[in-house]
């Protein structure tokens, strides 16, 4: 390892080194820095999970399970997502139900709040964003899982990005063969990026991250391509001439991104820092997150990048303190 490179596992220790001064130069609110411990450090923010019973075939976690979990593995603070879609999940979990699960732990769960593109409602543009408004006001700081199984620049899509755009909700969308769905190259995508670039957009899912090389095909957009990544994907694409899109690493996808080709992956992590957010996507007590594996056995990175991805990122994108 060069001096420019740490490890996650060095990143560990020198983050416990510094519990109860500066967490990682950038302090969480004060309850969750008398709840870090030197077993436990919080050196994560996780930007995707979810609480409730998102799958028939997964138990339930609860507001405690996530929080068990969280310590378990060094998390701080953790955005917790609704699901509103039929198409994104086998029971809807509403933005009242985030919103009055995550009250109770405010200092470290985050609520976002959704509304799918085909809900019915009265007011016009104006009515749609003053519901936005109305979860602001409750405590949500951004708009997701965006996951609606309509094109990703469908034009009640493309309505809700404006009225995110005015409210000052930022979207984390799944991108997939199913749910906002697209081309090769991402084109529908970046017609809603360059269209709103006032709106934050965060990627997310098999067609965002199949993405990240610049031979993706129509197949790869809902699956998990394996192989060395070819360089001009339709991410870096994006992230070179659109400053308001990022992408978080959560679930299978954003895992088998960086692991199907780790030179690749240190590169675009160093290249994209300031535009990548950490997450896991857990949903079920017990549930596997590769990521970890990830930041600690596989990837090395130089101790700036690592502090952007796994949290500063996060916290200057949601305003955390």
Not at 151 to 162: A, F
Not at 163 to 185: I, K, M, Y
Not at 192 to 197: E, K
Not at 306 to 313: D, M
Request: glycine share 10%; net charge neutral; proline share 6%.
């Amino acid at each position: 390892m060069t001096t420019r490179q740490i490890s996650r596992r060095t990143f560990h220790r020198k983050t416990v080194a510094s519990v109860g001064t500066a967490l990682v130069a950038a302090p969480l609110s004060s309850r969750a820095v008398e709840k870090a411990t030197a077993d436990s450090p919080r050196q994560y923010i996780d930007m995707h999970t979810h609480l409730g019973q998102v799958w028939n075939t997964k138990e339930t976690l609860t507001a405690s399970g996530l929080l068990h979990f969280m310590d378990e593995h060094g998390i701080g603070q953790a955005v917790v997502l609704p699901l509103v879609s039929p198409e994104s999940a086998s029971y809807p979990l509403s933005s009242e139900f985030v919103l009055g699960q995550t009250r109770r732990h405010s200092d470290r769960l985050i609520p976002f709040c959704c509304i799918d593109p085909r809900t019915s409602f009265d007011g016009g543009q104006a009515g749609l964003v003053e519901m936005l408004r109305r979860y602001k006001q409750a405590g949500a700081k951004g708009f997701g899982e965006h996951k609606p199984g309509v094109p990703v620049d469908d034009p009640r899509n493309m309505r809700l990005y404006e009225a995110c755009a005015e409210v000052g909700l930022p979207v984390l969308f799944h991108l997939d063969s199913q749910r906002n769905t697209d081309r090769p190259g991402l084109p529908g995508l970046e017609k809603a990026v360059r269209a709103n670039p006032n709106c934050q957009f965060v990627g997310h899912g098999p067609g965002w991250w199949a993405s990240i090389s610049g031979d993706a095909t129509e197949r790869d957009l809902g699956g998990y391509p394996k192989g060395k990544v070819t360089p001009g994907g339709a991410i870096d694409h994006l992230m070179d001439r659109y400053d308001n899109i990022y992408g978080e690493l959560s679930a299978g996808s954003g895992a088998n991104a960086l692991a199907r080709d780790l030179d690749f992956a240190h590169a675009f992590l160093d290249r994209r820092q300031d535009r990548i957010l950490f997450g896991t996507d857990f949903l079920s007590p017990g549930q596997h997150v590769p990521q970890f594996e990830l930041f600690e056995e596989q990837l090395e990175l130089r101790s700036a990048v690592a502090e952007k991805v796994l949290r500063q990122n996060a916290q200057q994108l949601l305003s955390l303190e």
